[in-house]
């Protein structure tokens, strides 16, 4: 998306915050931004370029989630995360005086499961980073890749392991880049925090998920988001709740809320063609239900006849990693079948 992933980035320094740092927003994410990139209305998106890494601004991340099904017939998510963070924003590109500090998380779930491991690396020092063509993003052995001579990021193999799960996917794109807000500039406030958000939501994705009672092949939608920044959140901003589905009928949705002193919606109604139509407050409407945080949602998009409830397929699908959230994958009834995934951040901790 788009915030949400800005302030699990934020683990990275969170030795380095002073202590009022949460009440900037969260883990930091509304704190100051002197000397970083700003996100530019009119700057638009540019391909393989914004593929790659994004120095010039604090934070930037790279986030895939699957939703697959097994060869035994059960549902399962997937999640692989790469965050890079700048440290200052000037320095020098190589050795370990970069300022750039790379967090990585992967996740499995299944009903009855949730697996995750997390990851850190310093830049400048070849232990993680992303090259825009051909397309890489790693750390360690961790890998989100292009093969090789494949022009973008049409065709991955995703790889992590962690110590009771793994997974080895590949997965081909069958629709257009998808570019968020207005040409790529997505506002996150009302007082105009914005980013640069793009997303590839239509992967086809099939491999093997390796996790304690065995390996099972799986196959199912893959979802891609990237997005960039200096100063996502506004001060007053705790954390939010962002939604991404795939639908039956061939639309992808994604429906987001910032919370705050008022919740800040944003999303976008994305055609079996890519056509984006996006939303804005007043088109889109997000009703929790119970628990913190809640794993059961109604999702209504009047304007297009959408009213879906999702339902975690495991509710128990806490990441406990630096910055603790939620994120697991979801089901879809209602004017609308599908699957999706949730996120959910800055949530009380149970």
């Known amino acids: 998306?788009?915030?949400?992933?800005?302030?699990?980035?934020?683990?990275?320094?969170?030795?380095?915050?002073?202590?009022?740092?949460?009440?900037?927003?969260?883990?930091?994410?509304?704190?100051?931004?002197?000397?970083?990139?700003?996100?530019?209305?009119?700057?638009?998106?540019?391909?393989?370029?914004?593929?790659?890494?994004?120095?010039?601004?604090?934070?930037?991340?790279?986030?895939?989630?699957?939703?697959?099904?097994?060869?035994d017939g059960r549902d399962y998510g997937v999640q692989w995360t790469l965050f890079r963070s700048a440290l200052a924003p000037e320095g020098p590109l190589q050795g370990w005086a970069a300022p750039q500090a790379w967090m990585a998380h992967a996740a499995a779930t299944s009903p009855d499961g949730h697996h995750f491991a997390e990851r850190f690396g310093r830049g400048g020092i070849g232990q993680a980073g992303v090259t825009a063509a051909p397309f890489a993003a790693w750390i360690d052995d961790w890998q989100m890749a292009a093969p090789e001579g494949a022009a973008g990021i049409?065709?991955?193999?995703?790889?992590?392991?962690g110590g009771d799960f793994?997974?080895?996917?590949?997965?081909?794109?069958?629709?257009?880049?998808?570019?968020h807000g207005q040409n790529g500039f997505s506002v996150k406030s009302a007082s105009g925090q914005a980013s640069?958000?793009?997303?590839?939501?239509?992967?086809?994705?099939?491999?093997?998920?390796?996790?304690?009672?065995?390996?099972v092949k799986?196959?199912?939608?893959?979802?891609?988001?990237?997005?960039?920044s200096s100063q996502p959140l506004d001060r007053s901003q705790r954390g939010w709740d962002w939604i991404a589905l795939h639908l039956d009928d061939g639309r992808k949705l994604m429906a987001a809320q910032v919370r705050g002193d008022a919740p800040f919606l944003f999303g976008s109604l994305i055609a079996p063609d890519g056509t984006v139509q996006p939303l804005r407050q007043g088109d889109l409407m997000l009703d929790a239900g119970r628990g913190s945080p809640p794993t059961r949602w109604r999702v209504r998009v009047p304007g297009a006849g959408i009213d879906v409830t999702i339902d975690a397929v495991n509710p128990d699908s806490g990441m406990a990693t630096s910055v603790p959230y939620w994120e697991g994958p979801v089901t879809?009834?209602?004017?609308?079948?599908?699957?999706?995934?949730?996120?959910?951040?800055?949530?009380?901790?149970r």
Do not use: C, K
Request: glycine share 14%.
């Open 332 to 349: 879809v009834e209602g004017s609308s079948r599908g699957r999706g995934y949730l996120e959910m951040t800055g949530y009380p901790a």
């Open 1 to 71: 998306m788009n915030a949400r992933r800005a302030g699990l980035v934020a683990a990275l320094l969170l030795a380095a915050l002073p202590g009022a740092a949460q009440e900037r927003g969260f883990a930091g994410l509304g704190g100051d931004n002197a000397g970083y990139a700003l996100p530019d209305r009119a700057r638009g998106l540019t391909f393989p370029r914004d593929h790659g890494a994004h120095e010039d601004f604090r934070i930037e991340w790279w986030y895939l989630t699957a939703n697959l099904r097994g060869e």
């Open 166 to 179: 793994g997974y080895d996917l590949s997965a081909t794109a069958h629709g257009p880049l998808v570019a």
């Open 196 to 215: 640069h958000y793009y997303s590839q939501p239509f992967y086809d994705i099939e491999g093997t998920l390796a996790l304690p009672g065995g390996e």
């Open 154 to 161: 049409d065709r991955l193999r995703v790889t992590a392991r």
């Open 218 to 228: 799986v196959a199912g939608q893959a979802w891609l988001d990237r997005e960039w």
